[in-house]
């Protein structure tokens, strides 16, 4: 990608002046990083101390502090050259935005359109024009509908200074519109929809939660947990690891109370009334794929704790960026201790995982390396990292539609407004039958009234936050260790009651935490089993590559062991 201030182009390897600052291009940056590392090498032997006669102390000082200077350098240059040699995948999409001249198998949310949902085509070509250019005014240049914005696709574009570039990363291609697969995927969102308001505790008695699993395991392509070869109540709508099946529905770490300091910050939060779902009305829909915003809606005013599908869309409409796991960690730090004891937050955490130097070291205790501020901070420190390379996979790569607007495909076909490539799968469920019963129309009900956001839905943010934020927390604290004193809430939310079963592990919780956290937004309506799971990975890979980095950074060594989400155990 070429980066100007002016309508003349550069060179791949020339760099070019923006605003007073030089720009430079991958190639150049390692071109002058090997360049400069030559340099430093001969400078590095020109400081050496000297070994003929004694060096004063200032003498001495000066050459320890170039010595330092050097080593630091060293250790960035290495970590670039680390990531430089990293090979470079392909970026494949579904094809989608090929075969359907229309482009109906992708994202345009924002754009245009005409009454059929189909973008209009001239505003899609100004959307490719600026994402294959990067310049700032074809950006400026693309038409939007009623007003809504386009959500960051720049972000894409920005370099990482540490970890893989984004454009490094590999997130292989969604599910083509008319594949088995995205037929699945949409009807486990209908299906979410219709159970919003069931308790987690009532999966086991409920009709809508039987028929949703029974429905869900006759589809050719769903690729979700079972047992016995079939979606159970005790296996729907939950993630694709091991850890997420064993125990209640939810995570720990969404329901314990959050040591924070001195305070104790116990997990309510204020959600919507039952009932209330949006975009099932046809105008509606279009209206919103156009762009249109609406006014916000009334939220239930007692704060409760996450019982149901409802309350943790909601938990996830609005939640800050790396909350969950910075909560999550905090947990974690005093797992074990008794509010209310003195000194209580600073004692009884959970025992970090083994490779952490300072379990071996008796003299010292870690604080700024290997102790609560820097995992504090770590655990913070991945998430915009992850939304860098996840926003280059949404707008660069992949581009695909949002399930609200797959909802608009299934609703013309059965309405016969237009035919469109949705698989037979879906067609045949009974899932739309009932969607129909309880909306009055085959469009998919959208827990958000504004739908979506403005960005396309694979890869998922959230999700891919997720899994950067969880594999750091997984590679700092034993995964072994067991929760003490689990809990679930109550009937009407308003409280914690204890829970009984069987061990629930730390490590599972926290796959189960990046779970809830991603199909949270798939209990909303906005995104798909494969957002979570596929981003849920590439998180992971941008955690795995920032610890890599800093591995050689601190002078204590040590070490990081982990179970991956696909089950298999890494080193760095």
């Known amino acids: ?88 995948p392909t970026h494949p999409n579904n094809g989608d935005e090929v075969l359907y001249p229309n482009k109906i198998g992708n994202y345009s949310k924002g754009l245009p359109h005409n009454e059929l949902g189909e973008v209009d085509l001239d505003a899609y070509g100004a959307l490719l024009t600026a994402l294959a250019s990067g310049r700032r005014e074809d950006f400026e240049a693309i038409p939007l509908g009623l007003g809504a914005r386009l959500a960051n696709p720049q972000s894409g574009l920005a370099f990482e200074l540490e970890g893989p570039d984004s454009h490094a990363l590999f997130q292989p291609p969604a599910p083509a519109l008319a594949s088995a697969e995205a037929a699945s995927e949409l009807a486990e969102l209908y299906w979410m929809a219709l159970a919003r308001d069931v308790h987690f505790a009532d999966y086991g008695a409920s009709l809508i939660i039987a028929a949703a699993a029974a429905d869900l395991s006759r589809f050719s392509d769903f690729r979700a947990p079972r047992i016995g ?40 939060l204020y959600t919507s009334f039952p009932g209330l779902d949006y975009m099932t009305d046809y105008n509606e829909w279009l209206a919103i794929q156009n762009g249109a915003m609406p006014l916000p809606y009334q939220m239930d005013p007692t704060p409760r704790y996450i019982r149901n599908l409802r309350d943790l869309g909601e ?108 698989h037979s799968d879906l067609l045949n469920s009974g899932v739309l039958g009932a969607v129909y019963s309880s909306h009055g129309s085959y469009l998919l009900p959208v827990a958000m009234p504004e739908g979506s956001p403005t960005h396309p839905s694979y890869g ?33 939310g308003t409280a914690l ?45 941008v955690a795995i590559g920032i610890l890599e980095d800093q591995k050689n950074t601190y002078n204590e060594g040590g070490a990081w062991t982990f179970t991956r989400f696909d089950g298999t155990v890494v080193t760095i």
């Open 1 to 88: 990608m070429k980066s100007s201030s002016s309508n003349k182009s550069t060179g791949p390897d020339e760099a070019s002046s923006t605003s007073g600052r030089t720009t430079v291009t991958r190639r150049s940056f390692v071109k002058r990083i090997l360049a400069a590392g030559a340099a430093a090498n001969a400078v590095g032997l020109a400081l050496a101390p000297s070994k003929a006669g004694a060096a004063t102390d200032d003498k001495a000082a000066a050459d320890n502090a170039s010595q330092r200077r050097m080593q630091a350098y060293r250790i960035r240059q290495q970590a670039a050259l680390l990531e430089f040699n990293q090979p470079l």
């Open 229 to 268: 070869g079939r979606v159970t109540p005790e296996t729907v709508f939950r993630g694709n690891t091991l850890g997420d099946l064993p125990g209640p529905y939810l995570s720990q770490f969404l329901w314990l109370d959050i040591p924070q300091g001195t305070m104790l910050v116990p997990q309510k």
């Open 315 to 422: 938990w996830a409409h609005f939640d800050a960026l790396y909350q969950a796991y910075h909560q999550a960690c905090l947990i974690l730090m005093g797992l074990f201790a008794v509010p209310g004891q003195r000194d209580w937050f600073h004692g009884g955490g959970a025992p970090v995982a083994a490779g952490n130097p300072y379990r071996s070291l008796s003299t010292t205790a870690p604080f700024g390396t290997f102790g609560g501020p820097h995992v504090l901070s770590l655990v913070t420190e991945v998430a915009t990292r992850a939304l860098k390379a996840v926003w280059y996979q949404k707008w660069y790569v992949h581009r695909r539609l949002r399930p609200e607007a797959m909802g608009g495909l299934v609703h013309q076909t059965i309405t016969g407004m237009a035919q469109r490539p949705i």
């Open 460 to 492: 998922a943010g959230h999700a891919t936050v997720a899994g950067a934020c969880v594999t750091i927390l997984k590679a700092w604290f034993d995964e072994t260790t067991v929760i003490p004193h689990p809990v679930v809430p109550n009937a009407d």
């Open 497 to 541: 009651l204890p829970w009984v079963g069987p061990p629930l592990t730390v490590g599972n919780e926290l796959n189960k935490l990046a779970a809830n956290v991603a199909q949270g937004r798939n209990a909303l309506g906005i995104h798909d089993r494969s957002d979570y799971w596929e981003s849920l990975k590439l998180g992971e890979a």
